[in-house]
């Protein structure tokens, strides 16, 4: 692999245009071979969309900066119109170093990385911070995805139109759902780990509290997000449902804490509508999900909402749902919460004394 170092290709730190113009030479080479590129210390000024590209490794200075200084993203990892299912430019890590949207200054909607159609991505020990609007990550059509010890750090909404913001968006490539590039055929997000990560607010002027850490708000009909691991995190004062995901196959939260959040684990099925459509565009129907495992996870305070909640539609039922070795806290009133699920069980909870069903086939609870 070859190694390069962004200052050889132009950049040098507070100027827009040769630190644009630098980052993107560099990103460039891996259309020849594979590299590994290397950024000092410093802060990066980019007033474009980079691009990432095959078998790029990114490593950054613990004290290196990329800021954004434009209405755009920071970082794509491919060009319109696109790719088909996950032939595009993967295998790809970025490590280390802060990607800085800069929104308590810059109030631009967007998102800091866009990542779809590809396979094998990694990004560890990296910061985000004070996004407006958009994501940290988007996800979009991924198989092998890997968030490893990051920081996700103040989010703002100035419009109140953006509740369903995710730090981390596990997303399947609908035209609506991912506008950076396309092909738009369905493509869902697959094997993925996120683990040891802090979710939270940056404390500068004006941000806040991401509104959700993770989750998916897109689906299709007979297309299933699968293998989504999320553990051992911390999700600090989260203004929605810390952790929200819809119908999946094999799904396991497990070892998070999660501190003053508005609401704490929401797994739902897909409703009849927008998201339950063919590829060809026919609306199938209620669809659900299966195998959903909710283990060892500390639930310190949750203000608003349920603590976990199950959610199936019109007799179509999520099924396989396990909840145990899980902490709740004595002053939360509604623990858990199902709606049309199938084989539950609950054991070995803590402090849980309450659970909420309507319409549970063959619950197991030693309550």
């Not at 290397?38 to 980019?46: K, R």
């Not at 319109?80 to 810059?106: A, C, E, M, R, S």
């Not at 703002?156 to 981390?168: H, L, N, P, V, Y």
């Not at 869902?188 to 607010?201: A, K, L, P, Q």
């Amino acid at each position: 692999m070859r190694k390069i170092n962004v200052i050889d290709y132009g950049a040098r730190g507070h100027h827009i245009l040769m630190d644009s113009i630098g980052f993107q030479r560099a990103l460039n080479q891996a259309k020849k071979t594979p590299v590994e590129i290397y950024v000092p210390a410093g802060t990066y000024y980019i007033a474009k969309e980079l691009v990432i590209y095959h078998h790029t490794t990114l490593i950054l200075h613990k004290d290196a900066v990329i800021r954004r200084m434009s209405n755009s993203a920071l970082l794509k990892n491919g060009r319109k119109p696109g790719y088909h299912g996950y032939d595009g430019n993967g295998y790809i890590t970025i490590k280390g170093g802060t990607f800085d949207q800069y929104g308590h200054v810059l109030n631009f909607n967007n998102t800091i990385m866009s990542l779809g159609h590809a396979k094998e991505i990694k990004i560890e020990d990296v910061t985000f911070k004070n996004v407006v609007g958009g994501h940290a990550i988007d996800a979009c059509g991924l198989d092998g995805f890997h968030v490893k010890n990051c920081r996700f750090l103040g989010f703002r909404d100035d419009s109140g139109k953006r509740q369903f913001s995710e730090a981390i968006q596990i997303d399947l490539q609908l035209k609506d759902s991912f506008p950076k590039f396309g092909y738009y055929d369905g493509t869902s997000t697959r094997n993925v780990i996120i683990e040891d990560c802090y979710f939270g607010n940056s404390l500068e002027p004006m941000m806040k509290a991401w509104n959700r850490a993770v989750g998916s708000h897109a689906s299709q009909y007979d297309i299933f997000y699968e293998n989504i691991f999320i553990e051992n995190n911390t999700f600090d004062g989260m203004n929605d449902y810390a952790v929200t995901l819809l119908k999946s196959k094999t799904v396991k939260v497990s070892g998070n804490q999660f501190i003053d959040c508005k609401g704490g684990i929401r797994y739902l099925a897909v409703n009849k509508g927008k998201y339950s459509t063919s590829p060809a565009g026919i609306d199938k129907g209620v669809q659900a999900g299966e195998t959903v495992i909710i283990a060892n996870n500390d639930f310190k305070s949750i203000r608003q909402e349920d603590v976990i909640l199950i959610k199936g539609y019109n007799g179509v039922k999520n099924e396989g749902i396990y909840v145990f070795n899980n902490t709740f806290n004595q002053e939360d009133t509604c623990a858990v919460r199902l709606i049309e699920a199938a084989d539950v069980y609950c054991h070995c909870n803590r402090h849980l004394n309450t659970i909420h069903q309507k319409h549970v086939d063959k619950l197991f609870s030693d309550l």
